[in-house]
């Protein structure tokens, strides 16, 4: 049996800039960070020759071409396993919520199936190979940020380049600096789910009509990079409200009443900004907030589940790995 933990991800500036669309015409940058949230992907084998799927629901079949899980199903088809596996996955939030678990679901089975083969890939390799299932196979509406920051893990900033290559920065802060700005992020869970495709097919849409924007949100993630590196930690609060502003005007399903109300009241309340994570419409609501202004915000807040977690500093990794 071989397990591996991939981690989840909190994207703080440039999302939208990652939409091959966009990059391969003007480059794209995001400043993201790992979390110490993961999904989980088990494989072993079985005495059988049939395939074997357990999620949320379980699938038993005879051949590739039956599993209705089509991640898992691209994944055994990239990696050539055709039979006598058995594999599952568990994660530590609920699915469509926004902290980039799809993604992490192709990495981690991508990563999980090449150990099972015995094969050692990097994680670049496991990246490209999970956006190339997502994008170019299932024609998923979505940017190639979440499989890279998956794969290599840390706090990044993350540059694609105009001719398809990926560059990686990772972020090396002190001790101090990394534990407080940690500290002034609050995750909450608004208890919103949604499908991110409808969202993301709207925003891919919008791209050339946005371009303006776009551009105005990959420059802040350089801002947001240099203030990070200074220390200046509550400029990178500020600045997500202002990137907020910006992305709620890519697509019309990013926020709605119910949600701007949250962010505002958390406002009120103290945090400096913040956003909905990932695509929006739902899922986790991150703030920067100063730690003595955060019992106000979670006041304001507490019909809401906190999600405490940390910034992680390993991409996807096999952590337990026993054949006979």
Known sequence: MIIVQTPLRVSFFGGGTDFP???????????TSAIDKYIFVTI?????????????????VDCIDQIQHELIREAL???????????TTMG?????????????VTVGSLHAMYAFLGEIVTSDRLAGEACEIE?????????????YIAALGGLRFLEFRRDGQVLSRKIVLDTALRRKFNENLLLFFTGITRQADS??????????????????M????HTALDALEKGQLDTIGHLLHESWQLKKQMASKI???????MYEAARRAGAFGGKITGAGGGGFLLLYCPHERQEAVREVLKHLQEFPFQLEKDGTKVIFNYQR
């Open 21 to 31: 669309t966009f990059f391969a015409a003007e480059g794209g940058c995001v400043l």
């Open 44 to 60: 072993k084998q079985r005495f059988d020759p049939k395939l074997r799927i357990g999620y949320t629901q379980t699938e038993m």
């Open 77 to 87: 088809r990239k990696t050539g396993i055709m039979q006598g596996v058995e594999i």
């Open 92 to 104: 530590d939030i609920p699915s469509a919520s926004g902290l980039g678990s799809s993604s992490t």
């Open 135 to 147: 994008i170019d196979t299932l024609k998923k509406p979505i940017g190639i940020q979440d499989q």
């Open 199 to 216: 969202v993301l097919t709207e925003q891919k849409a919008n791209i050339n009509g946005r371009l303006s924007i776009l551009r105005e």
């Open 218 to 221: 990959k420059q802040m993630a």
């Open 255 to 261: 926020s709605n009443d119910l949600l701007d109300e």
